[in-house]
């Protein structure tokens, strides 16, 4: 995809853009999801809200020079070094993980599908996650 083309170019400038990069597309789509909120497109939002978190937790990994190669190995690699060591509470593992259940299961189970009720209460700890995740990164 364009993404990764687009983070190839940024490789080649300092990891610290790059981490820089990632911080704003989980911002940008973090804004995406809310779009779609306001539109009740839930299986779309749950979608946004996923992709602004793991953008947030690559940053992250990255800054820490972690650089899984899936959307599996970033949950792991984020729960191993982050979560399990207690730098990130406890509950942002399970929002990211309950997040990639059903991110997968919104985009590929064709009867499955979200509600305000699931999806509206993600919003606030996703934009925590992100903030978090910048302080980490720029301390």
Not at 21 to 26: D, F, K, T
Not at 74 to 88: M, N, P, R
Request: hydrophobic residues 35%.
């Amino acid at each position: 995809g364009f993404g990764l083309d687009l983070e190839k170019c940024i490789v080649s400038g300092s990891k610290k853009d790059l981490v820089k990069y990632r911080l704003s597309r989980a911002k940008e789509t973090l804004e995406d999801a809310q779009i779609l909120a306001d539109n009740k497109k839930w299986n779309s939002t749950i979608n946004r809200l996923y992709y602004a978190a793991y953008y947030a937790v690559m940053a992250l990994l990255l800054d820490a020079d972690l650089k899984p190669a899936t959307h599996n190995g970033a949950k792991s690699s984020f729960s191993e070094h982050f979560i399990k060591k207690e730098l990130i509470p406890k509950k942002y593992g399970k929002i990211y993980s309950q997040l990639f259940t059903w991110r997968h299961k919104g985009d590929y189970d064709d009867l499955y599908d979200f509600t305000q009720d699931t999806v509206e209460p993600y919003f606030e700890p996703v934009q925590e996650l992100i903030e978090l995740v910048e302080k980490m990164v720029n301390t």
